[in-house]
């Protein structure tokens, strides 16, 4: 399986994998935790120099490990920005105009309003630096601003939590591929032993990767994908995942996702030691629900009436695809290249039909390389059918 990593940069932990394999997944998410700095801060602590944020006045963390420095310099991802431009309400075209054009009016932006408030508290999650021997301290990168009451779940906690509960379930299962982002993690499971017959729903259909025929292997095995955000930017949920066989397409059902959303009480000022702040009871909740899902959406008889319920709307055949597609892209305000990919696979697929659709978005999510990007197109492809049907 094809991996893709990045850094960005030799002294901060790496924030990206696409269609990782789960022990790389560990492995990167271990070496996280390894950097990660989480401090709650009041407003008066926070500037913005250049464009960085500088952490200035925050009590150092001391213990038996040594002397967690907090003061420096934090480079903002793209993330943080939006996380900046929500909690002082700058319009976020506007900030990253600013970014983009002219860094000094977004300091002076910025810290007017930190000095509108200086009492007002956040929670800045970011990657230390790694510090070379007689060299100044590094940069480091500021991944969020939060408000001082999100509740943290890391990562590698709910992973493991999960996967515990994948293996209490006692169901035969299998990771197909793990992302890691900026904003969120993925995680894709699939059953070993639950495929369902889709023969109407794949009649005529080419994978437009091999050219295999979904007449000859109509199968979809069930699955769910296990997301969580670390910065902001969504709920841990647990959503249903039919995987296509022959094409290796994924359809999720957002509309059945289970959700723990990351909601807590306010906590005190100075480093948060974030190993040690997930409760028992919120992994423990993890599990549980992991379990469910299991039992509810590897079953088969779920996924029978999943596909029973869309074979009506797959089937409509099409007058005009191009102008079918030129409808559904825009309603959904899929983008254009996006678009160009669909119509080829589309086209590719040999499904002239509202199916046919569907089949072509999945399969260009299975394309692109932003794994957020990949997410969020997939999630679109049952709405894409309803759609498509509709318009003819």
């Known amino acids: 399986m094809t991996q893709q990593f990045a850094e960005r940069a030799m002294n901060v932990a ?22 990660k700095l989480d401090v709650i801060a009041p407003a008066a602590a926070l500037r913005f120099r250049e464009g960085n944020v500088h952490v200035e006045g925050v009590e150092s963390l001391i213990t038996e490990d040594g002397v967690t420095e907090v003061d420096g310099i934090y480079r903002p991802t793209a993330v943080a920005d939006e996380g900046v431009a929500d909690k002082l309400r700058i319009p976020l075209a506007y900030l990253r105009r600013m970014r983009a054009e002219n860094v000094p009016l977004l300091d002076e932006n910025v810290n007017a309003w930190l000095r509108n408030d200086p009492g007002r508290r956040f929670m800045l999650r970011a990657f230390r630096g790694e510090n070379a021997p007689g060299m100044p301290p590094a940069e480091g990168v500021a991944r969020a ?25 006692g169901h035969p299962t299998q990771v197909t591929g793990c992302d890691l982002t900026d904003r969120r993690m993925y ?26 025929s979904g007449d000859e292997l109509p199968m979809i095995s069930a699955g769910f994908v296990i997301t969580n955000s670390e910065v902001g930017s969504g709920a841990y949920t647990i959503t249903p995942r039919a995987v296509i066989q022959v094409c290796r397409n994924g359809l999720t059902e957002a509309k059945d996702v289970m959700r723990a959303v990351h909601l807590g009480g306010r906590q005190d000022e100075g480093v948060i030691s974030w190993s040690g702040q997930t409760q028992r009871k919120t992994l423990e909740l993890i ?21 029973r319920a869309m074979e009506d709307d797959a089937g409509k055949a099409l007058a005009e695809p191009t102008k079918t597609i030129e409808h559904v892209t825009k309603t959904l305000s899929i983008g254009t290249e996006a678009k160009e990919t669909i119509l080829a696979h589309f086209i590719r697929g040999g499904q002239m039909t509202a199916g046919g659709v569907m089949q072509a978005i999945t399969s260009t999510a299975q394309t692109l390389t932003d794994a957020d990007q990949a997410a969020a197109l997939e999630a679109l492809a049952v709405p894409a059918l309803t759609a498509a049907a509709a318009h003819g």
């Not at 990782?20 to 997944?25: F, I, K, R, S």
């Not at 509740?151 to 209490?168: F, I, P, S, Y």
């Not at 599990?287 to 596909?307: C, G, I, P």
């Open 287 to 307: 599990t549980s629900k992991t379990a469910d899902a299991v039992r509810t959406f590897l079953s088969r008889e779920y996924v029978e009436a999943k596909v």
């Open 14 to 35: 790496p924030t990206g994998a696409r269609n990782a394999g789960v022990a790389d997944l560990v492995r990167i998410l271990e070496d996280q935790n390894r950097r």
């Open 145 to 169: 601003l939060l408000s001082d009451s999100y509740k943290l779940m890391d990562n590698l906690d709910m992973l493991l939590a999960a996967l515990d509960g994948v293996r209490q379930s």
């Open 187 to 212: 995680v894709r499971v699939e059953s070993e032993a639950v495929a369902v017959q889709a023969r109407a729903l794949l009649r005529g259909y080419r994978s437009p990767f091999d050219g295999r």
